[in-house]
């Protein structure tokens, strides 16, 4: 899957943002920075998660239609 370096990556981010702003060290207005950046990062993975989700369930519908016997066959 494409996706996966890209989501290591944002995942990556977002624990870097959750430490950032543990920290506490920065402004509100930085804070605020930080919060909707994660928030973009947690929607942008959520979403490749649901592709990859989807991707696989194809995947593994595809691979069982091979075991089922097709109309006709008994």
Do not use: A, T, W, Y
């Amino acid at each position: 899957m494409e996706n996966s370096g890209k989501l290591e990556e944002q995942l990556s981010r977002i624990k870097k943002i959750l430490s950032l702003m543990q920290e506490g060290e920065k402004g509100f207005d930085e804070q605020m920075k930080l919060f909707q950046e994660g928030i973009r990062l947690v929607k942008s993975s959520q979403e490749m998660l649901s592709q990859s989700e989807l991707e696989v369930k194809q995947l593994l519908e595809g691979e069982l239609q091979n075991f089922l016997p097709q109309e006709g066959e008994e």
